[in-house]
């Protein structure tokens, strides 16, 4: 069994995590990563606070292990509602990206864990200072959203210069990634495509079955999904999209839907605009609408399977993925792994 600070932190057996993507986390497949023994996260990026509260309920009910929530901070009102259900409902892991923290001591009152996502050694360091139990550094690999590092060369800059746990994301599927992590100063992986190819996630067949035949190399990287550089999977759809222009009605088609989904009323939905366009990592105009219309290629890709519109969100590492197995599988097979290259290390050494 391999213990690290992170596994100490978080009360998880292994240290792996799951990555809160938005729409795939359902309280599903967080409550199978739990009780296959890593970190679960549910992303609530999509839900009202009261939806929030009801998914965190459900995972409750599915296991008894720890688990988080990730929150975007720049959403505003809706964001701080949000963490204050978590807060009551006393989630073990709060996990942040996209703003400054200001519940951690509140978090801190019941027990609870903060953990920060960056994709910078300066938002790293930051969040170390802020109060942070431990950090998330994204690399260049990873699906979605990402900054122009490595993971190979952002994850030990930041190991040496923050004093707290730091989980790596970005090219992560088995356990030799696990170990080299490891080896470059993590206390733990992050997944995220990986766990979106598993019997669990919510992604429909079509998209996984399209994953299974990918390559490396099958992955697009623009600004035009969302506004924010972002990795996505290479399909007829992102190729076209990767050369568009700004697509208007689309983009007002899918801020609509987002203010619909949440539950918003005009003031509310100006008003998270503005938040998102003031905050330290602040976000255009432009760029809030690409990510509405993103949100609606990435549910029909998600749970509609649509080839045609839908998109969805994938790593470089989705090259590697070969296979759908069950959640409790994919991690026993990682740790086992990992514990094969630990004795294949040690065996080095005379």
């Known amino acids: 069994m391999i213990k690290t600070k992170m596994t100490e932190l978080f009360g998880c057996k ?10 795939i986390t359902t309280p599903k497949l967080v409550a199978a990563v739990c ?25 409750k009910d ?25 807060i009551e409902e006393k989630v073990p892991v709060i996990n942040y990206t996209l703003g400054k923290p200001w519940f951690i001591d509140q978090v801190h009152a019941y027990g609870g864990k903060v953990l920060g996502t960056t994709a910078t050694v300066k938002h790293a360091v930051k969040a170390a200072q802020l109060g942070c139990d431990a950090i998330v550094i994204t690399g260049l ?31 992560y599927q088995n356990g030799g990634g696990l170990i080299a992590a490891l080896a470059l100063g993590a206390s733990g992986i992050s997944l995220g495509t990986r766990f979106a190819m598993t019997q669990e996630s919510p992604v429909h067949d079509n998209f996984k079955q399209y ?16 506004g924010l550089p972002s990795r996505m999977l290479k399909t007829p759809v992102t190729e076209r999209l990767a050369k ?21 009323n005009w003031g509310q939905f100006i008003g998270m605009s503005v938040q998102m366009m003031t905050a330290e990592e602040s ?8 990510q509405a219309a993103s949100n609606l290629r990435a549910l029909k890709g998600i749970y509609d399977g649509d080839m045609k519109e839908g998109i969805f969100i994938a790593g470089q590492v989705v090259g590697a993925c070969e296979d759908l197995p ?13 514990e094969t290259f630990l004795d294949k290390a040690n065996a080095m050494r005379k």
């Open 244 to 264: 568009s222009k700004f697509p208007l009605a689309e983009a007002m088609r899918g801020a609509l839907q987002i203010k619909q989904m949440l539950n918003l």
């Open 35 to 59: 009780n296959a023994g890593g970190l679960g996260i549910f992303a609530t990026a999509r839900c009202t606070p009261e939806e929030a509260r009801k998914n965190i309920r459900e995972i």
């Open 14 to 23: 292994h240290p792996i995590m799951l990555a809160g993507m938005n729409w």
């Open 141 to 171: 690999e990873a699906a979605a959203h990402g900054e122009e590092a490595t993971t190979l060369v952002l994850l030990p800059i930041v190991a040496s210069k923050v004093g707290i746990p730091v989980i790596s994301a970005g090219g």
């Open 211 to 226: 994953c299974l035949k990918a390559t490396e190399n099958d992955t697009l990287r623009s600004d035009r999904f969302d």
């Open 283 to 290: 976000h255009p105009i432009w760029t809030q609408a690409r």
């Open 62 to 86: 599915l296991t008894d292990k720890p688990f988080g929530i990730n929150q975007i901070l720049m959403f505003g009102q809706i964001a701080k509602d949000t963490i204050q259900v978590a």
């Open 326 to 338: 069950t959640v409790q599988v994919l991690v026993d097979r990682i740790m086992a792994e990992a």
